[in-house]
């Protein structure tokens, strides 16, 4: 299984980017996904997950700004960032929750980071 992140870049702050995350291999079927943030110096931190069914959750940093959504015909899942600051200036890591196999159990996998830079 991978995942696979795209979208990220350099966007001056009130700027826009949307990031994008690919899982392929070996899936039957993917429970949660979502993105978390590490900034130079900090941990990292969850931004949003959506389940299946498309019920997410926000970081309170980046709610009302940043919109969480997937397609689940192609194991996708998005990360519409509005409004950009300089403190959303992170690697990116797409997640997500999923088994192989009907009857497996179901594990974390990790893209390899987007860096999102938000600089005039």
């Known amino acids: 299984v991978q995942l696979q992140a795209s979208g990220g870049g350099l966007v001056q702050p009130g700027g826009s980017l949307r990031l994008s995350c690919a899982a392929s291999?070996?899936?039957?079927?993917?429970?949660?996904m979502g993105w978390y943030r590490q900034a130079p110096g900090k941990q990292r931190e969850l931004v949003a997950t959506?389940?299946?069914?498309?019920?997410?959750t926000y970081a309170a940093s980046v709610k009302g700004r940043f919109t969480i959504s997937r397609d689940n015909a192609r194991s996708t899942v998005y990360l519409q960032m509005n409004g950009l600051k300089p403190e959303d200036t992170a690697v990116y890591y797409c997640?997500?929750?999923?088994?192989?196999?009907?009857?497996?159990?179901?594990?974390?996998?990790w893209g390899q980071g987007a860096l999102v830079t938000v600089s005039s």
């Open positions: 291999g070996s899936i039957f079927s993917i429970n949660v």
């Open positions: 959506i389940t299946g069914a498309g019920r997410t």
């Open positions: 997640s997500a929750d999923l088994r192989s196999r009907p009857h497996s159990t179901y594990n974390d996998y």
